[in-house]
């Protein structure tokens, strides 16, 4: 049964901050890892990674995958208070079509 | 302007009512999906589908059925909802092909049932 651990549970941070977070998993054949971030609403896409060492950014956001290890970490410089929100991260299962199993995401809370 | 759409957004019902839960999208995208959402439990995927009549269980598919007729839409229906079936469900979209995996999501429905 694939599987996704995220860390911390929650955080707390001041605003230009820099925050790292964690997702370790197990999946059974490995096809990509995705990052999302939710509001107070629907999950919108960050990055997807599908290659170990290879840093994905997009403007203060970024991630890479270590695949021999088995985790990725999502990094924000300089945090802004509109950097609040619950962050998620899914493995996607090639031997699954693509079936996502989420974690349980980091809760990140960014104060003025 | 690409969009999932989802109706209701929010239902109370009773246990026992049958009801259904409507996805739409306009993206022409292959695959959809539906999750559930539960405090601690994070999101989770009840029910798959891969192209027009291809559907597939996720991780909690247990009273729940989809289906699949056209590209567009993908339906949740509960037959017989219980309480444990309360929850906020998402449904998704994206194409199953190419090198970035985008997967769009709806604005949610918050289901109580009683």
């Known amino acids: 049964e694939d599987k996704v651990v995220q860390s911390p549970l929650s955080l707390v941070v001041h605003e230009g901050d820099t925050v790292t977070l964690n997702c370790s998993y197990e999946v059974t054949n490995f096809r990509s890892l995705l990052w999302y971030k939710q509001e107070k609403k629907a999950p919108t896409f960050l990055f997807m990674l599908?290659?170990?060492?290879i840093e994905k950014k997009s403007g203060r956001l970024s991630s890479i995958l270590d695949k021999k290890e088995l985790f990725s970490i999502l990094n924000i410089t300089a945090t802004q208070t509109g950097d609040s929100a619950v962050y998620l991260c899914a493995v996607e299962d090639n031997n699954a079509g693509n079936m996502l199993t989420f974690g349980g995401g980091t809760r990140l809370m960014v104060k003025p | 302007e690409a969009q999932v759409t989802q109706n209701p957004r929010y239902l109370i019902t009773v246990t026992g009512k049958k009801l259904t839960v409507t996805c739409s999208q306009n993206m022409n995208h292959e695959y959809m999906s539906w999750y559930r959402q539960d405090p601690g439990l994070g999101l989770r995927q009840i029910y798959y589908?891969?192209?027009?009549?291809?559907?597939d269980k996720g991780d909690v598919p247990e009273g729940y059925k989809v289906s699949r007729k056209e590209k567009r839409n993908f339906p949740l229906i509960l037959e017989s909802p219980s309480p444990n079936q309360t929850s906020l469900y998402f449904c998704?979209?994206?194409?199953?092909?190419?090198?970035?995996?985008?997967?769009?999501f709806g604005p949610g429905t918050r289901l109580t049932v009683t």
């Open positions: 599908t290659s170990s060492g």
């Open positions: 589908s891969m192209n027009v009549e291809v559907t």
């Open positions: 998704a979209s994206s194409r199953i092909s190419g090198s970035s995996y985008e997967q769009y």
